[in-house]
């Protein structure tokens, strides 16, 4: 059974990059037909999708954060990582980790709540 | 920037059928904008798979749940309605490389 699980601080001051890793357990991050995704939920509003890595390095990017936005994977360590700069309060959210397979987006770790303030 | 639409609210009585549906601004929703359908109640994280590429349950979903393609959106039906199904509803769809999230249903059991 795959299990992933964020980690990173939970407090983060503006301007400064957020950096969140995302562990994965019962099962290969190179597993061919899988994409490694991070999301995101603002206090109290809905999920957004954030961007998603292969572990061959491909990466695509929602257009709105792509210029902020950087995921990256360490195979050796079967974990990803988003990397997201410029920070402002817009950015304090519950940040998810999930796999999507064959459209399946069915293994999401539990979420780290990310505040940004000074 | 692609939008996906949902109904903001819906209210169904206890045992009855309601279905929410899920709509893209681009044209028209098909198999392959592989439709997952998630339930996220209050509190609690992450918010619960229930179907994906539009009509597949997941081990763990409900039978009263079902998810199909109808009048060019993915749709998700619960019949025989619990009041356990209080909950929130977001769509998820697939457009090419990007995932775009609905805003979610408020669904309320009344």
């Known amino acids: 059974q795959v299990q992933l699980q964020e980690s990173g601080p939970g407090l983060v001051k503006p301007s400064q990059t957020l950096s969140l890793t995302c562990t994965v357990s019962g099962g290969s991050i190179s597993s061919g037909g899988h994409y490694w995704n991070w999301i995101r939920q603002h206090p109290g509003k809905g999920l957004e999708w954030i961007g998603y890595?292969?572990?061959?390095?491909?990466?695509y990017y929602n257009p709105s954060l792509k210029s902020r936005v950087s995921i990256s994977v360490e195979l050796s360590k079967n974990q990803f990582s988003l990397k997201l700069d410029s920070v402002t309060a817009a950015d304090t959210a519950v940040y998810y980790c999930?796999?999507?397979?064959?459209?399946?987006?069915?293994?999401w770790g539990q979420g780290t709540l990310v505040t940004v303030s000074s | 920037q692609t939008v996906v639409t949902q109904e903001p609210s819906l209210t169904v009585s206890p045992g009855g059928t309601v279905t929410l549906t899920c709509a893209s601004s681009?044209?028209?929703?098909?198999?392959?904008?592989?439709p997952n359908w998630f339930q996220q109640k209050p509190g609690q994280t992450p918010p619960r798979p229930l179907i994906y590429s539009t009509s597949i349950k997941h081990s763990w979903t409900p039978a009263r749940f079902s998810g199909s393609l109808l009048g060019g959106k993915a749709a998700l039906t619960l019949s025989g309605v619990q009041p356990e199904d209080e909950a929130e509803y977001y769509c998820l769809l697939y457009f090419g490389g990007a995932w775009v999230f609905g805003g979610g249903t408020k669904l309320t059991v009344l």
């Open positions: 999930a796999r999507v397979g064959y459209g399946d987006f069915g293994y």
């Open positions: 890595i292969h572990y061959s390095g491909g990466t």
């Open positions: 681009t044209g028209a929703v098909t198999s392959g904008s592989y």
